[in-house]
Antibody, heavy 115, light 107 residues
């Protein structure tokens, strides 16, 4: 059974860092793109980051470029999203999703940025 | 950036009816379009990819089509469990962009 389990969310102050994890099982993690998508409370979906299967290429929208870093450890079947200099507008549920079509999503982890 | 204009914002329909949701791309994106369903309190689920291909395990009541830069999701024989918010996604070019969502209520 395919599973993606996010963790690491929580309440942080503006300007703080936070690192999210995405533990994968049930598929060949090393052969899949890993993506992060977020959803602010009551709002729509926003793509945040993507990384190719071997981790050699990463992609971000301008809203997080320079602050967020996506990575994956294929030996540990785990992906990561390092978020730096967090802002209130980064408050959202963060989902990881596999493949270029976001074919399967985790249950999400909530990040709240507030003083 | 490519804009995806999704309509309607909401709709209400009865069981067994047919509904159609559309996304208009601001430029040519070929078949690089997907549709997702998000049920209340749940994560999104892939329904359609490559504009017309049905994702694994998705009922054939769901179908996707394309006419130029307009993309449609048709749901036939509506069921109560189809309640949720539907989003389109273009992955033709970065930044990947979603439509604003269509909230579907089953009467």
């Amino acid at each position: 059974e395919v599973q993606l389990v996010e963790s690491g969310g929580g309440l942080v102050q503006p300007g703080s860092p936070l690192k999210l994890s995405c533990a994968a099982s049930g598929f060949t993690f090393s052969s899949n793109w890993l993506n992060w998508i977020r959803q602010a409370p009551g709002k729509g979906l926003e793509w945040v980051a993507s990384i190719n299967p071997d981790g050699s290429s990463t992609y971000y929208p301008d809203t997080v470029k320079g602050r967020f870093v996506v990575s994956k450890d294929n030996a540990k079947n785990t992906g990561y999203l390092q978020m730096n200099n967090l802002r209130s507008e980064d408050t959202a549920m963060y989902y990881c999703a596999r493949s270029r079509w976001f074919a399967y999503w985790g249950q999400g982890t909530l990040v709240t940025v507030s003083s | 950036d490519i804009q995806m204009t999704q309509s309607p914002a909401s709709l209400s329909a009865s069981p067994e009816e047919i509904v159609t949701i559309t996304c208009q791309a601001s430029q040519d994106i070929g078949n690089w379009l997907a549709w997702y369903q998000q049920k209340p309190g749940k994560s999104p689920q892939l329904l359609i990819y490559s504009a017309t291909s049905l994702a694994d395990g998705i009922p054939s009541r769901f179908s996707g089509s394309r006419s130029g830069t307009q993309y449609s999701l048709k749901i036939s024989r509506l069921q109560v469990e189809d309640t949720g918010i539907y989003y389109c996604l273009q992955r033709y070019s970065n930044p990947l962009t979603f439509g604003s969502g269509t909230k579907l209520e089953i009467k």
